[in-house]
């Protein structure tokens, strides 16, 4: 069972900000912006892969609200909004979960890699590969 089912039968504590019949959102417990959220299905689906459509856009419908709240309540200036896609990714719970990070202007914070550059051609083969 992973953590977050635990918190959605109420067997661990949680701070939940929202609830309905298939969605939770709590606040992470180790914040990397104090306000850091995870919205949460309460069915579980390790990842978008399995994750049906409609459930996707319902936890979608509750990140634009918390995005919202965050600018009201937080004066955030932004968001980040993040989904950890499978271990390689940095994913930790396989229970698929979007993090709304509030961001503030010059907070400093980088979640990114520097970037990249393609070399000659490269960015043409993989728009190739990546074709859908
Ligand atoms: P991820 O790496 O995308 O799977 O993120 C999992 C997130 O869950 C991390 O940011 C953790 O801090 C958070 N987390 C783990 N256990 C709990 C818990 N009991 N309550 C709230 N957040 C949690």
């Known amino acids: 069972m992973t953590v977050f089912e635990m918190i959605i039968k109420g067997d661990i504590p949680s701070t939940k900000i929202y609830e309905d019949d298939s969605v939770i959102a709590i ?4 914040p990397r912006a ?5 919205v949460i ?6 990842t978008i892969e399995e994750v049906p459509l409609d459930v996707l856009s319902h936890m979608m419908e509750i990140v634009k609200k918390v995005d919202k ?15 950890n896609n499978s271990p390689a990714s940095g994913q930790e719970v396989p229970h ?5 990070i509030p961001r503030f ?4 914070i ?8 393609y070399e000659e051609n490269e960015a043409k083969e993989y728009g190739e590969k990546l074709k859908i």
């Open 96 to 100: 698929l979960h979007i993090h709304v």
């Open 41 to 46: 299905s309460k069915n579980v689906y390790p």
């Open 110 to 117: 980088s979640f990114f890699p520097p970037a990249l550059k």
């Open 27 to 30: 606040l992470d417990i180790a």
């Open 69 to 83: 709240k965050m600018r009201l309540a937080l004066k955030a200036d932004g968001t980040n909004v993040i989904i």
């Open 34 to 38: 104090k306000g850091h959220t995870l």
């Open 105 to 108: 202007k010059d907070d400093g």
